[in-house]
T-cell receptor
């Protein structure tokens, strides 16, 4: 089992749609979880951290299920500008010295 | 405040040549790392540093050397370039390691080895 697995996509949705991405991780000792966004030919940028109780940032909601080792990202009211690749990221050790990146899920929002 | 600066942005090397990819951050971050990104592979950790004078290997360290003589700089050296090292290289930094500290990435170096 790969360390961090994501839906490969692509997800093609119309503006205003709600879309959800899923991610599973293999290391049960992982402590930190993140979603990053990467635009085409650009660097990854931190979208949000994922907390155990779940957290929301505007139209974005992240959830963590430690028992199932599962992370999700929900995007409501999709905008054209949300088109990007979304990377699920997990700490691979307690020291936090090695973040493991999923391969990413590509989202395309159309008008 | 420039963040993380990588140079060069693009580079073409011949097999066997050596070069250094530069990375500098002006945020006084303790933690710095190098990743490579290949199509279908995602980002993979090459080397990382938790502070000046301290470095360690990541997932794919072979063919690369690093050093960290200052907090600001973390250069990546390719010893003898091979076509398999054709990739996009990202440098990243973080205030420290531990929970909920995400990374700031540089804009990347696109390296082609012919």
């Amino acid at each position: 089992r790969k360390e961090v697995e994501q839906d490969p996509g692509p997800f093609n949705v119309p503006e205003g749609a709600t879309v959800a991405f899923n991610c599973t991780y293999s290391n049960s000792a992982s402590q930190s979880f993140f979603w990053y966004r990467q635009d085409c030919r650009k660097e990854p940028k931190l979208l949000m951290s994922v907390y155990s109780s779940g957290n929301e940032d505007g139209r974005f909601t992240a959830q963590l299920n430690r028992a199932s080792q599962y992370i999700s990202l929900l995007i409501r009211d999709s905008k054209l500008s949300d088109s990007a690749t979304y990377l699920c990221v997990v700490n691979s050790n307690q020291a936090g010295t090695a973040l493991i990146f999923g391969k990413g899920t590509t989202l395309s929002v159309s008008s | 405040n420039a963040g993380v600066t990588q140079t060069p942005k693009f580079q073409v090397l011949k097999t066997g040549q050596s070069m250094t990819l530069q990375c500098a951050q002006d945020m006084n971050h303790e933690y710095m790392s190098w990743y490579r990104q290949d199509p279908g592979m995602g980002l993979r950790l090459i080397h990382y540093s938790v502070g000046a004078g301290i470095t360690d290997q990541g997932e794919v360290p072979n063919g690369y050397n690093v050093s960290r003589s200052t907090t600001e700089d973390f250069p990546l050296r390719l010893l003898s370039a091979a076509p398999s090292q054709t990739s996009v290289y990202f440098c990243a930094s973080s205030r420290t390691t531990g929970m909920h500290y995400g990374y700031t990435f540089g804009s990347g170096t696109r390296l082609t080895v012919v």
